[in-house]
């Protein structure tokens, strides 16, 4: 059990327009969802954390207009990049929790890999 | 910050154990180690998490100490297969407030050598 979908995989978009990344919880419903990217050979930095049916709780640095996240149900939660350009090239990756208490395991999804040309 | 802290990397023959130290000096009573590992272009992949006593699962074993300011990820036969990044990671927590964050370290890159 426990398994989260990440979609898509990868994605190459054009500067200047928006790319959604959708992130799943199959199997459970997921209180709380985080969104990570990561640049190569570095590791997970949290951009936002997201419980369902509020807004998200983003990192210092990190625009809020700029990556969209909605967390509509308590099993999707997705990710906009607006406007996007080249340096928002990187290795998105969500995860989800069960339950808010200190004994539960974060389920990552497998990434989604965006190009901006 | 992350709350806690590994050697940025180790190497380990092939069907040896393979032992991952990590510090996490400031972890509160109720707080959870967790491990999880990244092979490259793939999500994190969960390995084991505990709180004060000694876990073991198909994987691998967890070993905390007694003060629970350090913990030890055991893989008990490395294959080349557990080459990959390993982070060991506190879960972040204000009960009662929407705080809630997991901060990653840099992790431990394992090469296991043939």
Redesign the interface.
Same mark, same amino acid.
């Given at each position: 059990g426990a398994v989260v979908s990440q979609h898509p995989s990868r994605v190459i978009c054009k500067s200047g327009t928006s790319v959604k990344i959708e992130c799943r919880s199959l199997d459970f419903q997921a209180t709380t969802m985080f969104w990570y990217r990561q640049f190569p050979k570095q590791s997970l930095m949290l951009m936002a954390t997201s419980n369902e049916g509020s807004k998200a709780t983003y990192e210092q640095g990190v625009e809020k207009d700029k990556f969209l996240i909605n967390h509509a149900s308590l099993t999707l939660s997705t990710l906009t990049v607006t406007s996007a350009h080249p340096e928002d090239s990187s290795f998105y990756i969500c995860s989800a929790v069960r339950d808010r208490g200190y004994n539960s395991p974060l389920h990552f999804g497998n990434g989604t890999r965006l190009t901006v040309t | 910050d992350a709350k806690t802290t590994q050697p940025p990397s180790m190497d380990c023959a092939e069907g040896r154990a393979a032992n991952l130290p990590c510090n996490h000096s400031t972890i509160s009573g109720?707080? #959870?180690v #967790?491990w /999880?590992r990244q092979i490259h272009?793939? +999500? =994190?992949? /969960?390995i084991i998490?505990g709180?004060k006593n000694n876990e073991t699962n198909e994987m691998a074993s967890l070993i905390i100490t007694e003060d629970r300011k350090s913990s030890t990820l055991i893989l008990p036969h490395a294959t080349l297969r557990d080459t990959a $990044?390993y #982070?060991c990671i506190v879960?972040d927590?204000k =009960?009662g407030t929407? #705080?809630?964050? $997991?901060?990653? +370290? =840099? +992790?431990t890159s394992l090469s296991v050598i043939p």
């Open positions: - | 109720n707080e #959870y #967790y /999880y272009s793939q +999500g =994190p992949q /969960y998490h709180l $990044v #982070y879960r927590l =009960p929407s #705080y809630d964050k $997991v901060i990653f +370290g =840099p +992790g």
